[in-house]
C-alpha cells in the first residue's frame, strides 16, 4: 500500500520564519503535489512536481517554493512566513499523469 | 483555479437514506476522480471514471459523468454513520496532467 508521510502533523512558526514542509512518498511515484486546504476554499494546487529536479506552477504559488532532488521526497518552503500561510498543507503523489493521488494526513501550520 | 464545484456544500442524511452530489466542471477533460476525507486527514481516492465512461460503480458508489454538460454525481446507497465525511471532485485539465479540486460536499449520515 502506497506510504506518503508528511513530516509533521501540527507545527506552529512565527512570522518571517523560513518553514520546511518536508513529505516522502515511498512508492517511486513520478509526480507529487502541495495543495493547501482552507476552509470554503477546497484544496487549491500550489506546485507540483513530475521528475526530480522538475517543478511547475500550481494556482498560489507566490510565497512558496519547492524542492525534489530525490524523486521520493519533495519539499515545500515558505520563504518568509506570513499569518496569511496559515493553513492545512496536503502533499499527494501519483504514479503517472491522470492516475489517483495518495494522500499524506496533512500539516497544520499555525503562523503567528 | 478551481476546476470542479461541488453541489450541495452540506448534505445531512438518516442512515440507510441515499446520498447525492453534485459536481460541475469548466475544461475539458481526460478523467474525473471523486475523493473521500475523513475530519482532519488526508483525502482517500474512492473512484475514477474517464471522458468517455458514462457511469462506473464500486460498491455502494455509483458515478456518473455528462461530459456534455460538463457534471458529474456521485451517489452512495444505503449510507452508514460511516460514510460522514467530506467528498470532492478533482478533474485533470485536458491539457494539462495536474489535478484540481472542488471546495467538497460535507456528508453527514445520523444514525
Known amino acids: 500500500d502506497v506510504k506518503v508521510t508528511q513530516s509533521s502533523r501540527y507545527l506552529v512558526k512565527r512570522t518571517g520564519e523560513k518553514v520546511f514542509l518536508e513529505c516522502v512518498q515511498d512508492m517511486d511515484h513520478e509526480n507529487m503535489f502541495w495543495y493547501r486546504q482552507d476552509p470554503g476554499l477546497g484544496l487549491r494546487l500550489i506546485y507540483f512536481?513530475?521528475?526530480?529536479?522538475?517543478?511547475e506552477k500550481g494556482d498560489i504559488p507566490e510565497g512558496y517554493s519547492v524542492s525534489r532532488e530525490k524523486k521520493e521526497r519533495f519539499s515545500l518552503i515558505l520563504e518568509s512566513a506570513s499569518t496569511n500561510q496559515t493553513s492545512m498543507y496536503l502533499c499527494?503523489?501519483?504514479?503517472?499523469?491522470?492516475?489517483?493521488?495518495?494522500f499524506g494526513n496533512g500539516t497544520r501550520l499555525t503562523v503567528t | 483555479s478551481q476546476q470542479g464545484e461541488e453541489d450541495p456544500q452540506a448534505l445531512s442524511i438518516q442512515e440507510g437514506e441515499n446520498a447525492t452530489m453534485n459536481c460541475s466542471y469548466k475544461t475539458s477533460i481526460n478523467n474525473l476522480q471523486w475523493y473521500r476525507q475523513n475530519s482532519g486527514r488526508g483525502l482517500v481516492h474512492l473512484i475514477l471514471?474517464?471522458?468517455?465512461?458514462r457511469e462506473k460503480h464500486s460498491g455502494r458508489l455509483r458515478v456518473t459523468l455528462d461530459t456534455s454538460k460538463k457534471s458529474s454525481s456521485l451517489l452512495i446507497t444505503a449510507s452508514r454513520a460511516a460514510d460522514t465525511a467530506s467528498y470532492f471532485c478533482a478533474t485533470d485539465k485536458k491539457s494539462n496532467n495536474d489535478m484540481r479540486f472542488g471546495a467538497g460536499t460535507r456528508l453527514t449520515v445520523k444514525p
Open positions: 471514471i474517464r471522458s468517455n465512461e
Open positions: 499527494a503523489s501519483s504514479l503517472i499523469g491522470q492516475s489517483p493521488l495518495h
Open positions: 512536481s513530475y521528475d526530480v529536479k522538475m517543478k
